[in-house]
């Protein structure tokens, strides 16, 4: 039995101010900070083995925090970011090859990033619903299939979560280790929808709260067994 922790990033600038942020990346504000803060403590009576954050630097200022806030987690090993581990021209982080025993790996990538939010991106979300209309501007934001103007729908960015996840991410969990996932309100969504088999109207309903961990119990058979919310 391993474990999977997912948590979104913390509040962001423009969590704060209202705009749609998708791929623009934009940081922690001082609240998403302590909000990582509060889950480094929440996550303390666990062991974590191995990190993936998406490449947007909300998610890694998340994950980094809560690696390195809290010694019990990482039973004293430091977090190092593997950027590009996936490049076959990547030439290794300095000819260094890792040492488990003393370094919990963090792996990057892009297909964790947000829902590219296209057109919408650096709009303010009410000013977006006074200009189109709630319903229209609710489908962008939370239907399966309708595409926000220019970007990707919840089906376009499970098709690159969910891959990512069963390639990359549930290997780690065959293999034993306890992962933690650093991500987004959309592509978390979708891998939620995955694991907790919910269909397009449950997804449509489902909502993240920033910094708040999830704690998946995985079986030998790949199954989720049991889900707590660290709130
Ligand atoms: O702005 C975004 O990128 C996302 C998450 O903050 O917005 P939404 O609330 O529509 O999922």
């Not at 890792?98 to 790996?105: C, F, K, N, V």
């Not at 200009?131 to 239907?143: A, E, L, P």
Request: proline share 3%; charged share 25%.
């Amino acid at each position: 039995m391993t474990k999977l922790f997912l948590v979104r990033h913390g509040q962001s600038t423009w969590n704060a101010a209202n705009r749609f942020s998708g791929w623009v990346d934009v940081p922690l504000n001082k609240k998403g900070r302590q909000e990582a803060f509060q889950a480094a403590h929440k996550l303390s009576s666990y062991q974590i083995d191995v990190g993936f954050t998406s490449l947007l630097v909300r998610a890694i200022e998340t994950i980094a925090i809560c690696l390195t806030e809290c010694e019990q987690v990482c039973g004293g090993r430091s977090p190092v970011f593997k950027h590009d581990a996936d490049d076959p021209n990547w030439k290794g982080w300095d000819n260094y090859e890792g040492d488990h025993s003393q370094e919990i790996p963090i792996f990057t990538s892009r297909d964790l990033d947000e829902r590219y939010y296209g057109n919408l991106q650096g709009l303010n979300k009410t000013e977006t619903v006074q200009k189109f209309g709630k319903d229209i501007v609710h489908q962008w934001r939370r239907s399966f299939v309708t595409r926000p103007p220019g970007g990707e729908s919840l089906a376009d960015t499970a098709a690159r979560t969910i891959p990512f996840f069963g390639d990359r991410i549930m290997k780690h969990l065959r293999d034993g280790d306890n992962v933690l996932v650093s991500a987004h309100g959309n592509s978390l969504r979708s891998i939620i929808m995955y694991l907790d088999h919910l269909d397009e109207q449950e997804v449509a309903n489902l909502e993240l709260v920033t910094g708040i961990p999830i704690v998946y119990d995985i079986n030998a058979e790949e199954k989720v067994t049991s889900k707590i919310i660290l709130n």
